[in-house]
């Protein structure tokens, strides 16, 4: 099964069937929420990727597009990368003064 449709039935099983994100309904119901997946193995590489997606999330209007959710089946296996890499990504998103238009929600196995 690919990153995408598991994190596709995570978030239907698992956020939405345990009501962790009341939110979450409306717009995966509304087809609302991409997932995509990034297969860069790089730091600079997965910014890019993040910064894309921001620009594509930015290009929308919530009526067409309010969520997407980044898989990254290749890379940030290493808890503490991945906890780097979201520092990472907050910061640049304080530093763009993005912060008001968008918010990190982060997941990783090693949370549980």
Do not use: N
């Not at 994190?7 to 997932?35: E, I, N, S, Y």
């Not at 594509?56 to 009526?63: C, G, K, V, Y």
Request: contains cysteine.
């Amino acid at each position: 099964m690919s990153a995408i449709k598991q994190t596709q039935a995570w978030v239907d099983d698992f956020v939405v069937g345990h009501g962790l994100c009341p939110f979450a309904v409306k717009p995966l119901m509304a087809q609302l929420v991409r997932f995509t997946d990034c297969q860069a193995t790089t730091t600079e590489e997965t910014v890019q990727h993040f910064l894309a997606e921001l620009l594509q999330l930015s290009e929308q209007t919530p009526a067409q597009l309010e969520t997407t959710l980044i898989c990254y089946p290749s890379a940030w296996a290493v808890f503490d990368d991945f906890l780097a890499l979201i520092d990472l990504c907050q910061e640049l998103l304080e530093e763009s003064g993005a912060v008001d238009d968008f918010q990190l929600a982060h997941f990783h196995p090693d949370y549980c």
